[in-house]
């Protein structure tokens, strides 16, 4: 049974690119949620997703940044025009309803 | 006021050495507490949860203070290998459900 599966495991964009980060969520669950680390600093959540819904996107900053977990396929987290604050650690989390979450091993974003 | 607040590390400790990391939440509306663990920034892992009776694992014991918004983790006769930074974790119901995390602690066991 695959755990939580991410990818890229490392990208590295120019600024004003886009990224796109993937995440595909443990079998059987439909709850998945995005946090990021920046250097030094603790996670940060960003998004929390079901099955074709976002549930809450309070972590999200308002411009730039956009996720959806389609029907089918991965969860996709998009950041347009990527800056050089952006480069981090994001990390997929997914769990099937219930308290325990599952992380995957990030993808770490590097912004040139 | 970060929602959840740790102890600031690094702790430097020796082999054998029993350690206590403490941790306190702002928001009412967390219902649930975790420690986590984190190696070398990758990904957490769920190191145990933590119950208002207290839990105990092995060499680690946690616990929960409602009435002092206040989550403790002990780690006993500490090991090399339980170098990490150590998370506490709130899971707040609202809006669904989401894992708050505290910044992290370090923690270092030397020979």
């Known amino acids: 049974n695959a755990g939580v599966m991410q990818n890229p495991r490392h990208l590295v964009r120019r600024r004003g690119q886009e990224a796109r980060l993937r995440c595909s969520p443990m079998k059987g669950h439909s709850h998945v949620y995005w946090y990021r680390q920046l250097p030094e600093e603790g996670l940060k959540f960003m998004v929390y997703?079901?099955?074709?819904?976002?549930?809450?996107e309070s972590g999200m900053p308002k411009e730039r940044f956009s996720a959806e977990f389609p029907k089918e396929g991965p969860s996709i987290l998009r950041i347009q025009q990527v800056v050089r604050g952006d480069s981090a650690a994001y990390f997929c989390?997914?769990?099937?309803?219930?308290?325990?979450?599952?992380f995957g091993s990030g993808t770490q974003l590097s912004v040139l | 006021r970060k929602e959840v607040e740790q102890d600031p590390g690094p702790f430097n400790v020796p082999e054998g050495a029993t350690v206590a990391f403490n941790c306190t939440y702002s928001?009412?509306?967390?219902?649930?507490f975790f420690w986590y663990r984190q190696d070398c920034r990758k990904e957490p892992k769920l190191l145990m949860s933590v119950y208002s009776s207290g839990n105990e694992d092995g060499r680690f014991t946690a616990q929960l203070n409602r009435a002092s918004q206040y989550i403790s983790l002990l780690i006993r006769d500490s090991k090399l290998s339980d170098s990490a930074t150590y998370l506490c974790?709130?899971?707040?119901?609202?809006?669904?459900?989401?894992?708050?995390f505290g910044q992290g602690t370090e923690l270092s066991v030397k020979p």
């Open positions: 928001n009412s509306a967390s219902q649930s």
């Open positions: 974790v709130a899971l707040i119901y609202n809006q669904g459900g989401k894992l708050i």
């Open positions: 989390a997914s769990s099937g309803g219930n308290e325990k979450l599952f």
């Open positions: 997703l079901q099955k074709e819904n976002i549930i809450d």
